[in-house]
């Protein structure tokens, strides 16, 4: 179960080497029980983890969060895990079997797609039983309170200003994923930098207009 007390967002430790946007992770629905599970490697099956999500989710994001939160030794992290050879994956989950591979003494896969789906289809029997049998940790869809604190925070990457009551219009009218909230707050801002004008509700309504086109503008 998550824990309760985690904050609304964690910083990265490694904030000097990454662009202004990626220095904090909003927490909520979609990921807090992932956060929670990511601070107990000891408790994974057999010392290993798979974390899938969308895109721009912040899988990747959590994994350094999670590399610099153990430090050195205790944990490898193996972003795109569907893009390494499965022989090499197989010594490495062999490797934490045995007290531990170079990087760390628990490993953590990411991927876009959990295994055994269309995205990551394992060929060797092998490690597709044993990738099958680590704990499988998956970022969710955000909620409506999630979606509103990923608008505020990606604006406020961007230096991007938004009145009060932003979130509480876009939320609704706004596909509900990672990816698509990103290009929103990167779209107002593009708006708003062109017609060199507050980002106002005008400036949102272009922005849905862009993205979803007039028709699904009046729907919405």
């Not at 983890?49 to 969060?65: D, E, I, T, Y």
């Not at 990551?120 to 044993?130: C, F, H, K, T």
Request: charged fraction near 20%.
């Amino acid at each position: 179960m998550a824990d309760p007390e985690l904050p609304s967002q964690i910083a990265l430790p490694l904030s000097g080497s990454l662009p202004l946007k990626a220095q904090r992770i909003v927490v909520g629905n979609a990921n807090a029980a992932v956060i929670d599970a990511l601070q107990s490697p000891d408790r994974w099956p057999f010392r290993v983890a798979v974390l899938a999500g969308p895109p721009r989710s912040g899988k990747s994001l959590l994994g350094r969060w999670a590399l610099g939160l153990h430090g050195a030794g205790q944990l490898e992290v193996i972003d795109d895990a569907p893009g390494w050879d499965e022989t090499a994956l197989f010594h490495c989950w062999n490797a934490v079997q045995q007290g531990g591979t170079r990087e760390g003494a628990a490993l953590l896969l990411i991927a876009t797609t959990t295994p055994h789906t269309e995205g990551w289809r394992i060929s060797l029997p092998d490690l597709a039983s044993r990738i099958g049998g680590s704990l499988q940790l998956a970022i969710q869809a955000p909620d409506d309170v999630m979606a509103g604190e990923l608008i505020l925070a990606h604006a406020e990457a961007r230096g991007l200003s938004l009145p009060d009551g932003a979130a509480d219009y876009l939320v609704p009218r706004t596909t509900r994923s990672f990816a698509a909230i990103e290009a929103l707050v990167a779209t107002i801002d593009r708006i708003s930098l062109e017609r060199q004008t507050p980002a106002t509700m005008s400036v949102w309504r272009a922005a849905l207009e862009a993205l979803h086109g007039p028709e699904q503008q009046r729907l919405l």
